[in-house]
């Protein structure tokens, strides 16, 4: 059965950082395209930065780009995102998500957002 169990969220004041942790399970990291998404409440669903475990194209989008970075540990099947100089519209609950293949992640659009596989979310307040 494959399981994605976010962690690391929590309360962060303006400027602050948080990393984020994606444990996977129930298949291969190698063989899969890894997202983080995030919704905050009453906004739709955003890609905010993905990688193609294959040949580690990565993906950032304008809100997030040059303060966030994803990486992946394909040893322990885990996937991070590093939160840095986080802003209070940040809050939102995040996301990660698993898709077979590595077709998940473009540099052009991002992640895809039908990934086979989600997790629960863990949630990011940052206050200001």
């Known amino acids: 059965e494959v399981q994605l169990v976010e962690s690391g969220g929590g309360l962060v004041q303006a400027g602050g950082s948080l990393r984020l942790s994606c444990a996977a399970s129930?298949?291969?990291?190698?063989?899969?395209?890894i997202g983080w998404f995030r919704q905050a409440p009453g906004k739709e669903r955003e890609g905010v930065s993905c990688?193609?475990?294959?040949?580690?194209?990565?993906y950032y989008a304008d809100s997030v780009k040059g303060r966030f970075t994803i990486s992946t540990d394909n040893a322990k099947n885990t996937v991070y995102l590093q939160m840095n100089s986080l802003k209070p519209e940040d809050t939102a609950v995040y996301y990660c998500?698993?898709?077979?293949?590595?077709?998940?992640?473009?540099?052009?659009?991002?992640?895809?957002?039908?990934?086979?596989?989600w997790g629960k979310g863990t949630l990011v307040t940052v206050s200001s």
């Open positions: 998500a698993a898709d077979e293949g590595p077709f998940g992640c473009t540099v052009a659009a991002g992640p895809y957002y039908g990934m086979d596989y």
């Open positions: 990688i193609s475990s294959s040949d580690g194209v990565t």
């Open positions: 129930g298949f291969t990291f190698d063989d899969y395209t």
